[in-house]
C-alpha cells in the first residue's frame, strides 16, 4: 500500500503533467508550428482541406500530441523514481536494493523507459552502454530494464533485443517490483483518475476558467488569423507563399 507521502508525490507529477500541458498550448504561436509545404499539400488534397483554419488545426493537434507523448514518458519515469533511491552511478534512474534469497542483499541498476515500444535504436544503444558502465563498476549488480505499461507481447524488435541480454519488466511486474506492492499500478491508476477529474490548473495564481478543449479551440482560432495574415486566404497564392 502506497505510504501518505508516495500518493502526495504521484499526484503532484500527475498535476505537474496536466499544468504543463495547458502551458503548451498557451504558448502555441504560428511560429510554433512544423510547416512543410511539400507533404501539406499532399494532405491538402486527400484530406479534402478547403480552408486555413483546417490547417492550422491540423498542425495544432500534431504539436500538441507530439508533446504529450514525450512529456508523458518523463512523468512516468518520475513516478517510478518515487520508489526508488538515489544512485552515483552515471546514466543510471534508480537503484533498488532487494535482500538475496538465502542472505546477502541484490543491488538493482534500473533503467525506465515509459513503453514497450517507445524505445528505439538509439536509445536501445545508449541503454546497453549504460548498462555495460554500470557493471564495470559493480560487476555483481543486476540491471534492470523497467517499462512502465504494457507486456513483451507489445515490444519492439529494440526492446527484444535488451530483453536478450538483461531483465526486463513490463507493466504490472515492473511496478509490483519496485514498490514491493502487487497492487501498486492500480493504486497509481487511482490516482491518475482524481487528479483527472478534480484538479484544476491554475495560472497567475487564479483557476484558469476554460477547459484544454476550449483552449485548444481558442488557439487554432487565433494562429489562423496569424496564418491567413502571413500567408493569405487558402487558395493557389497561400501555397505559392508558403515557399
Not at 22 to 28: A, H, I, M, N, W
Not at 125 to 132: G, L, N, S
Request: net charge neutral.
Amino acid at each position: 500500500m502506497l505510504t501518505p507521502h508516495q500518493i502526495e508525490q504521484i499526484e503532484s507529477i500527475f498535476q505537474e503533467f496536466v499544468k504543463g500541458r495547458y502551458e503548451k498550448v498557451r504558448k502555441l504561436s504560428l511560429d510554433s508550428l512544423q510547416i512543410n509545404p511539400l507533404f501539406l499539400r499532399q494532405f491538402a488534397e486527400h484530406l479534402q482541406w478547403t480552408s486555413a483554419g483546417e490547417i492550422v488545426q491540423f498542425l495544432v493537434d500534431e504539436t500538441f500530441q507530439r508533446g504529450i507523448v514525450t512529456s508523458a514518458g518523463f512523468r512516468a519515469e518520475q513516478i517510478a523514481r518515487v520508489f526508488g533511491e538515489p544512485t552515483a552511478v552515471r546514466g543510471i534512474d534508480i537503484e533498488k536494493r532487494k535482500p538475496r534469497p538465502g542472505g546477502g542483499t541484490d543491488v538493482y541498476y534500473i533503467q525506465v523507459k515509459a513503453g514497450p515500444n517507445t524505445i528505439h535504436g538509439d536509445t536501445q544503444r545508449q541503454i546497453e552502454e549504460k548498462f555495460d558502465y554500470a557493471l564495470r563498476r559493480n560487476p555483481r549488480a543486476i540491471p534492470l530494464l523497467g517499462i512502465t505499461y504494457g507486456d513483451a507481447t507489445r515490444a519492439n524488435s529494440f526492446t527484444r533485443r535488451l530483453m536478450d541480454r538483461f531483465q526486463v519488466l513490463f507493466g504490472k511486474d515492473f511496478w509490483t517490483f519496485i514498490s514491493d506492492d502487487p497492487n501498486c499500478m492500480n493504486e497509481i491508476y487511482q490516482i491518475s483518475i482524481r487528479v483527472a477529474t478534480t484538479y484544476k490548473p491554475t495560472y497567475r495564481e487564479r483557476p484558469v476558467g476554460r477547459s484544454l478543449r476550449q483552449l485548444l479551440d481558442d488557439k487554432i482560432d487565433e494562429i489562423t488569423h496569424q496564418w491567413e495574415a502571413t500567408y493569405g486566404s487558402f487558395g493557389p497564392q497561400m501555397w505559392e507563399n508558403l515557399l
